[in-house]
Nanobody, 118 residues
Framework: VQLQASGGGLVQAGGSLRLSCVASGRTFSSYYMGWFRQSPGKERELVATISRFGSNTYYVDSVKGRFTTSRDNAKNTMYLQMNTLQPGDTAVYYC????????????WGQGTLVTVSS
């Protein structure tokens, strides 16, 4: 599967952005999906995950109540709605995919930059 993330940009603190991740190749619903982010000088961080049909999601504590991930398998697309953005959310955001039976995300998009100004 090939992944293409988009939707990043510059936003003021308190604002919102919606990221998209479009997949091509093998059937999108075969994949568990995740959003990761990486800030300069920091390790890559898992932000959110979503199960194959969207019934289960996970969020890192720092984004709970502010970020929502969803997917539309008919459109081969995953979303990350980010509200009440904070400067600490500034990072390159990546979408990733894994197949069931593996805990490792083997497929990665190219990343989209989110910058939150104070």
């Amino acid at each position: 599967v090939q992944l293409q993330a988009s939707g990043g940009g510059l936003v003021q603190a308190g604002g919102s952005l919606r990221l998209s991740c479009v997949a091509s190749g093998r059937t999108f619903s075969s994949y568990y999906m995740g959003w990761f982010r990486q800030s300069p000088g920091k390790e890559r961080e898992l932000v959110a995950t979503i199960s194959r049909f969207g019934s289960n999601t996970y969020y890192v504590d720092s984004v709970k109540g502010r970020f929502t991930t969803s997917r539309d398998n008919a459109k081969n697309t995953m979303y990350l709605q980010m509200n009440t953005l904070q400067p600490g959310d500034t990072a390159v955001y990546y979408c990733a995919a894994r197949l069931g039976g593996s805990e490792a995300y083997a497929y990665w998009g190219q990343g989209t930059l989110v910058t939150v100004s104070s």
